[in-house]
């Protein structure tokens, strides 16, 4: 699935770009099921009075009027609970549209090139739905709305997933392009971990990293991005007059730790035992909603270990 060519570029420089990965039609059932759940959202805030409808509205624009309404459509898109307060009443999306996405062999395929056949869906994923610049509220901070800050994904999970055989597959249902906000990288993985600081979003602290050597990651839709748990990447602003969607999902060895234990992980390959992988997508969701009834009724757990109250954060 991946040359050794790819896999040692991966090593080195801790991302790989890959055009061709998943089939338009899988992309197409994708946006059917978040089409279908936008019309369901957006009828309800019709009813609400807090926007109104007219004939022929895209999902696009019943994305950008509500956004413009103040109605958070990303909390019931996102494919995880938040990482703030949970309710009981949490709204969150999981179908067999994006389990299909998530569980694509060739996708699968890859991962197993590089960290082995016994894989576990990682629960820290996002759906990212990114309206052009100016269209975002003044107060907008969203890493899924919003572009995203220098970070390493290391960063955004608990201590114990250290030295957990993570990789991150980003993909794009749109195409991600320097204008509309695609990522970006600073090539290498030898830094380690650099300090985060919980500002306005969880980013490596200020001067800890030489962004001058920055590449944009642009690829079309249906493409990959591959990151090593250790790689130092952001987002451009989207600076089109289209949105920009992707959805950030991570893959881990089996038995390692997820770096996000409360949410639900589940087994997405194994060549040891293959009736564990999950084939269902219904118990997918069941999964995230027996983590919220639960942790609705617990103390919070905060997803991260930065305090910013650190000297290198002030
Ligand atoms: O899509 C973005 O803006 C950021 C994605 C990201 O940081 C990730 O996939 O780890
Ligand atoms: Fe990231």
């Known amino acids: 699935m991946l040359t050794q060519a790819q896999k040692q570029d991966f090593e080195q420089n801790g991302y790989l770009v890959l055009p061709d990965i998943i089939p338009q039609d899988v992309i197409a059932a994708v946006r059917q099921e978040y089409a279908t759940l936008m019309d369901d959202l957006f009828a ?12 022929g509205l895209s999902f696009w624009d019943k994305l950008s009027l509500s956004y413009a ?6 909390q019931p898109m996102d494919i995880s609970l938040p990482g703030d307060v949970i309710t009981t009443g949490t709204p969150m999306h999981f179908g067999p549209a994006i389990f299909d996405l998530v569980m694509h062999d060739r996708l699968l395929g890859i991962i197993e090139a590089l960290i082995g056949p016994e894989i576990t869906l990682n629960p820290i994923q996002h759906v990212r739905i990114k309206p ?10 969203r890493a899924h709305v919003t572009s995203t800050e220098w970070h390493q994904d290391r960063g955004v999970g608990h201590e114990q997933a250290d030295s957990t055989e993570m990789i991150t597959a980003w993909v794009a249902i749109t ?16 830094a380690g971990l650099l300090p985060h600081c919980p500002q306005k979003q969880t980013a490596i602290a200020p001067g800890a990293l030489d962004k001058s050597k920055a590449v944009p990651l642009p690829v079309p839709s249906g493409g990959v991005v591959l990151f090593h748990p250790l790689v130092a990447h952001a987002s451009l602003p989207n600076l089109s007059d289209g949105f920009r969607w992707s959805f950030d999902l991570r893959f881990n060895v089996t038995g390692q730790h997820t770096g996000r234990e409360h949410f639900p992980k589940f087994i997405a390959r194994s060549a040891a035992a293959p009736e564990t992988v999950l084939t269902d997508w219904r118990k997918w969701k069941l999964g995230w909603e027996d983590a919220r009834a639960t942790l609705a009724s617990e103390p919070h757990i905060p997803i991260h270990r930065w305090s910013a109250d650190a000297p290198v954060c002030a």
């Open 69 to 74: 309404a103040g109605c958070d459509w990303f």
């Open 175 to 190: 195409d991600a392009t320097v204008e509309n906000g695609c990522l970006q990288a600073v090539p290498g993985i030898d």
């Open 44 to 55: 309800g805030w019709v009813r609400e009075g807090r926007v109104t409808d007219s004939p």
């Open 132 to 141: 052009p610049a100016p269209q975002l509220s003044d107060d907008e901070i």
